[in-house]
């Protein structure tokens, strides 16, 4: 089992930031990639970026390319998303995910945490 806790949303204005962070424990050695996915009240839940727990490679999902940053320490079993330039269309209920298939993938995710949300106001 694992477990995965979000935290660091909030209300932000256009153009600020946030971080979140995603804290896991338990058999975190089982999976080697963890995400970040998105969601909004009545739409699909959309990959954000992922990274994976030993080379750090990271992907991202292209409209966060350049404003998003994803990183780990292993140390610490935690996972962060840097969000700059936050814009309207980025509130949403921001979910952390580890598992080990393709990482854009939804169905390649065996644990997800609880959700954190945050919004973004114009």
């Known amino acids: 089992q694992v477990q995965l806790v979000e935290s660091g949303g909030g209300l932000v204005q256009a153009g600020d930031s946030l971080r979140l962070s995603c804290a896991a424990s338990g058999r975190t050695f089982s999976s080697n990639v963890i995400a970040w996915f998105r969601q909004a009240p009545g739409k699909e839940r959309e990959f954000v970026a992922a990274?994976?727990?030993?080379?750090?490679?990271?992907i991202y999902e292209d409209s966060v390319k350049g404003r998003f940053t994803i990183s780990r320490d292993n140390a610490k079993n935690t996972v962060y998303l840097q969000m700059n330039s936050l814009k309207p269309e980025d509130t949403d209920v921001y979910y952390c995910?580890?598992?080990?298939?393709?990482?854009?993938?939804?169905?390649?995710?065996?644990?997800w945490g609880q959700g954190t949300q945050v919004t973004v106001s114009s």
């Open positions: 990274i994976t727990w030993r080379g750090g490679t990271t």
């Open positions: 995910a580890t598992g080990s298939g393709p990482p854009r993938v939804r169905e390649s995710y065996d644990y």
